[in-house]
């Protein structure tokens, strides 16, 4: 997963119903968290994640507790400063080949956050499912509670 180093916040405005937006960048992980996240989570496998939810999931993570209610794995959960952050968690169904994510990024509209997922395929070649999870994971600045929505491929801005 590209990381980028520092937090972006840029706002816009939207000429067709005058609705602000904010971008926000994932924020770089230390090397405890990220491996953890790598192992626990892998790309496309079965994660250590959402054991009892079926389908397309996202969820906004402000505690420890949050975290723990969705974590079903035996290694120790790494520290992460939830005053400062929010971990976006989640797994999205994606169609006919193997992917990685390359980028993501947060637009914040007036009432719901859009999480913007840009993947790219791993191989032209090889046997693939025909369906399978994306897993996905990311430190953004700390997010209040609202409706979270994943898109998948590129965005105008």
Same mark, same amino acid.
């Given at each position: 997963?590209?990381?980028?180093?520092?937090?972006?916040?840029?706002?816009? $405005?939207?000429?067709?119903?005058?609705?602000?937006?904010?971008?926000?960048?994932?924020?770089?992980?230390?090397?405890?968290?990220?491996?953890?996240?790598?192992?626990?989570?892998?790309?496309?496998?079965?994660?250590?994640?959402?054991?009892?939810?079926? $389908?397309?999931?996202?969820?906004?993570?402000?505690?420890?507790?949050?975290?723990?209610?969705?974590?079903? $794995?035996?290694?120790?959960?790494?520290?992460?400063?939830?005053?400062?952050?929010?971990?976006?968690?989640?797994?999205?169904?994606?169609?006919?080949?193997?992917?990685?994510?390359?980028?993501?990024?947060?637009?914040?509209?007036?009432?719901?956050?859009?999480?913007?997922?840009?993947?790219?395929?791993?191989?032209?070649?090889?046997?693939?499912?025909?369906?399978?999870?994306?897993?996905?994971?990311?430190?953004?600045?700390?997010?209040?509670?609202?409706?979270?929505?994943?898109?998948? $491929?590129?965005?105008?801005?």
């Amino acid at each position: 997963m590209a990381v980028l180093l520092a937090l972006t916040i840029t706002a816009c $405005g939207n000429d067709e119903n005058d609705e602000s937006t904010v971008m926000l960048t994932v924020a770089s992980p230390n090397d405890d968290v990220k491996k953890f996240f790598e192992s626990s989570m892998p790309l496309t496998t079965d994660a250590d994640f959402f054991s009892a939810k079926d $389908g397309d999931v996202c969820e906004l993570v402000n505690s420890v507790e949050e975290l723990k209610m969705l974590y079903s $794995g035996t290694m120790p959960l790494p520290d992460i400063d939830f005053q400062k952050y929010t971990l976006v968690i989640g797994k999205k169904l994606m169609e006919n080949s193997f992917y990685q994510l390359t980028r993501q990024q947060i637009v914040q509209e007036d009432s719901r956050y859009v999480l913007y997922l840009y993947v790219s395929p791993v191989s032209e070649t090889g046997s693939w499912p025909a369906f399978s999870y994306l897993n996905f994971w990311g430190l953004y600045p700390k997010l209040s509670k609202r409706d979270i929505i994943v898109r998948i $491929g590129s965005m105008l801005i």
